[in-house]
């Protein structure tokens, strides 16, 4: 429990200062264009970290269960520009759906 | 404020969602609701709870969540020149910017502060008042898993990293994160891939 708050104050403050990074420090020089696009590049590198984490994560092991179904359904869900909501609820559904069969 | 009132059921369905997600992962339903009132970032918050899940160090979730929102440098740069005011009135009304308040406000071909801030403020306060309903419902419900909540998250992440996908450079960076992420996974800690993926954004270093 007490993990989870000292992420709690990193994550918040570092976050914070990501945001005013702009704003609070606005006239002086812009990012270098190389770390720039470094920085735009790490946004679709650590989502698509999360998205194989959380689909073939297991116990240090590579797991193919029920949530590959639910989630190809949401690749093809986002490919027809569903919301992202409803994205979720699809991926949802075919992975209960799939538990509930095997 | 207006402006943000059709994306409203988003932030509330994600708030609740996430509420329900941290309490299953043990993260602690005060914790949560005080993250959503001080990070309001909810891809890094998605992050912290799932690296959690998978029970992997406080250090893998700080890292992940923190190189995630280090976007928001590259975000609130293209909208510094538009805060008014003196620096602490700027630091405060900069916490208004979130992917979605961004987005809107820059929708008319020009970032406009009024829209950025008010559909920030409004963005915020539903974004922790479901966070607080989630964390009671999450109370309820047994094994958010066999809902298939597990999927739904990685559903979320796929959505949010789709329209970074459509230009080559994204493309390349993000494959190249997957393949480390997946050879990763059999040999590190839980969480550790995901900081290690982290390096594909080097490849923005190439001209």
């Known amino acids: 429990m007490r993990d989870a708050w000292l992420v709690v104050a990193v994550v918040?403050?570092?976050t914070i200062a990501c945001k005013a990074a702009g704003p609070v420090l606005v006239g002086r020089r812009e990012l270098p264009p190389r770390l720039q696009?470094?920085?735009?590049?790490?946004?679709?590198?650590?989502?698509?970290?999360?998205?194989?984490?959380?689909?073939?994560?297991?116990?240090?092991?590579?797991?193919?269960d029920a949530r590959v179904v639910g989630v190809g359904a949401a690749v093809v869900a986002i490919a027809l520009r569903t919301p992202i909501?409803?994205?979720?609820?699809?991926?949802?559904?075919?992975?209960?759906?799939?538990?509930?069969?095997? | 404020m207006r402006a943000a009132l059709p994306l409203a059921p988003s932030p509330m369905l994600f708030g609740l969602s996430y509420g329900?997600?941290?309490?299953?992962?043990?993260f602690g339903s005060a914790a949560a609701i005080v993250m959503s009132a001080t990070t309001f970032a909810g891809a890094a918050q998605f992050a912290v709870a799932s690296v959690f899940d998978a029970g992997g160090t406080v250090t893998a979730a700080i890292l992940a969540a923190v190189f995630l929102n280090a976007r928001y440098v590259a975000i609130s740069m293209t909208v510094a020149s538009i805060f008014p005011?003196?620096?602490?009135?700027?630091?405060?009304?900069?916490?208004?910017?979130?992917?979605?308040?961004?987005?809107?406000?820059?929708?008319?071909?020009?970032?406009?502060?009024?829209i950025l801030v008010g559909s920030g403020l409004v963005f915020y306060v539903l974004w922790v008042s479901s966070t607080a309903l989630g964390t009671v419902i999450g109370g309820v419900l047994d094994d958010p898993n066999a809902l298939g909540l597990d999927a739904a998250f990685a559903a979320l992440f796929l959505a949010l990293a789709f329209p970074y996908l459509?230009?080559?450079?994204?493309?390349?960076?993000?494959?190249?994160?997957?393949?480390?992420?997946?050879?990763?996974?059999?040999?590190?800690?839980?969480?550790?891939?995901i900081v290690a993926a982290s390096a594909a954004?080097?490849?923005?270093?190439?001209?």
Do not use: K
């Open chain 1, 12 to 14: 918040g403050v570092a």
């Open chain 1, 37 to 64: 696009a470094c920085v735009e590049l790490l946004a679709p590198v650590m989502l698509t970290a999360l998205v194989i984490t959380q689909t073939f994560g297991g116990d240090e092991e590579i797991e193919v």
């Open chain 1, 85 to 102: 909501i409803v994205a979720m609820a699809i991926a949802a559904l075919a992975t209960a759906l799939v538990r509930l069969a095997v």
């Open chain 2, 20 to 26: 329900v997600l941290a309490h299953a992962t043990g």
């Open chain 2, 85 to 114: 005011g003196g620096r602490a009135r700027r630091l405060l009304e900069s916490q208004a910017i979130v992917d979605e308040s961004w987005a809107l406000s820059g929708r008319r071909g020009r970032f406009e502060w009024p």
């Open chain 2, 166 to 193: 459509r230009n080559r450079r994204g493309l390349q960076a993000a494959a190249l994160a997957a393949v480390i992420t997946l050879v990763l996974i059999p040999y590190a800690p839980a969480g550790v891939p």
């Open chain 2, 201 to 207: 954004c080097l490849l923005g270093l190439r001209r």
